[in-house]
């Protein structure tokens, strides 16, 4: 999907949305939005095992929240003009943290597998640091690829409303459901989107070389 590379798109809705954050320290946004991912996560374990239903809709309005407010904080830092290089690796951080939370929650509901998430993890935290690293060698940070953290928490939207509208269990006797269906994906498009950040990092290291 790529929609990490729309990000300027975005920009006219966030600043509409702006004000009613802009009273908060963009950190206190970070945090919040952490805990709230954190709370989705676990509701999304817990779905399927008591009341299916509440759980799974409760998860989905916090991960949505999670992820409006994740939005918002380097937006209102920067609108701020109180950006700063803490207030990044908090940020950063904290991201790390919510996806840890979310592909866990998946993977340890009864729709899910545990050995498909973690795999789906490592994928997806390989992704990230290929992003960062671009960054700390000296290049921009890197955005693309098909998987960006944007499509993920879109995804995971869109799996949750569909397992609460259309509950799925396991079929066939193996673990096809689309919670592991988007844990696959995971996978693959981590690790392809992974592939692509180091393939443009290193291209971009040549670069540099030859300037010099």
């Given at each position: 999907?790529?929609?990490?590379?729309?990000?300027?798109?975005?920009?006219?809705?966030?600043?509409r949305?702006?004000?009613?954050?802009?009273?908060?320290?963009p950190?206190?946004?970070?945090?919040?939005?952490?805990?709230?991912?954190?709370?989705?996560?676990?509701?999304?374990?817990?779905?399927?095992?008591?009341?299916?239903?509440?759980?799974?809709?409760?998860g989905?309005?916090?991960?949505?929240?999670?992820?409006?407010?994740?939005?918002?904080?380097?937006?209102?830092?920067?609108?701020?003009?109180?950006?700063?290089?803490?207030g990044?690796?908090?940020?950063?951080?904290?991201?790390?943290?919510?996806?840890?939370?979310?592909?866990?929650g998946?993977?340890?509901?009864?729709?899910?597998?545990?050995?498909?998430?973690?795999?789906?993890?490592?994928?997806?935290?390989?992704?990230?640091?290929?992003?960062?690293?671009?960054?700390?060698?000296?290049?921009?940070?890197?955005?693309?690829?098909?998987?960006?953290?944007?499509?993920?928490?879109?995804?995971?939207?869109?799996?949750?409303?569909?397992?609460?509208?259309?509950?799925?269990?396991?079929?066939?006797?193996?673990?096809?459901?689309p919670?592991?269906?988007?844990?696959?994906?995971?996978?693959?498009?981590?690790?392809?989107?992974?592939?692509?950040?180091?393939?443009?990092?290193?291209?971009?290291?040549?670069?540099?070389e030859?300037?010099?």
């Amino acid at each position: 999907m790529g929609l990490d590379s729309y990000r300027k798109n975005a920009t006219p809705a966030l600043e509409r949305m702006s004000s009613a954050f802009m009273r908060f320290n963009p950190n206190t946004l970070t945090v919040i939005s952490f805990l709230l991912a954190l709370l989705s996560g676990i509701l999304i374990a817990l779905s399927g095992r008591y009341i299916p239903a509440i759980y799974l809709i409760a998860g989905l309005v916090s991960l949505v929240l999670s992820a409006i407010l994740d939005a918002m904080d380097g937006f209102v830092a920067r609108k701020k003009g109180i950006s700063s290089p803490a207030g990044d690796m908090l940020d950063h951080t904290f991201d790390r943290y919510s996806d840890m939370a979310l592909i866990s929650g998946f993977a340890f509901s009864i729709f899910g597998n545990i050995y498909i998430g973690i795999l789906a993890l490592g994928a997806v935290f390989m992704t990230s640091y290929m992003g960062t690293q671009a960054q700390a060698i000296g290049l921009r940070r890197n955005y693309g690829g098909v998987l960006g953290r944007a499509d993920r928490l879109v995804i995971m939207m869109v799996i949750l409303l569909v397992e609460t509208i259309f509950p799925f269990s396991y079929y066939f006797y193996i673990a096809i459901t689309p919670v592991n269906i988007m844990l696959v994906w995971f996978l693959i498009a981590g690790h392809i989107t992974a592939a692509k950040r180091f393939r443009d990092s290193m291209a971009g290291l040549r670069e540099m070389e030859i300037r010099k």
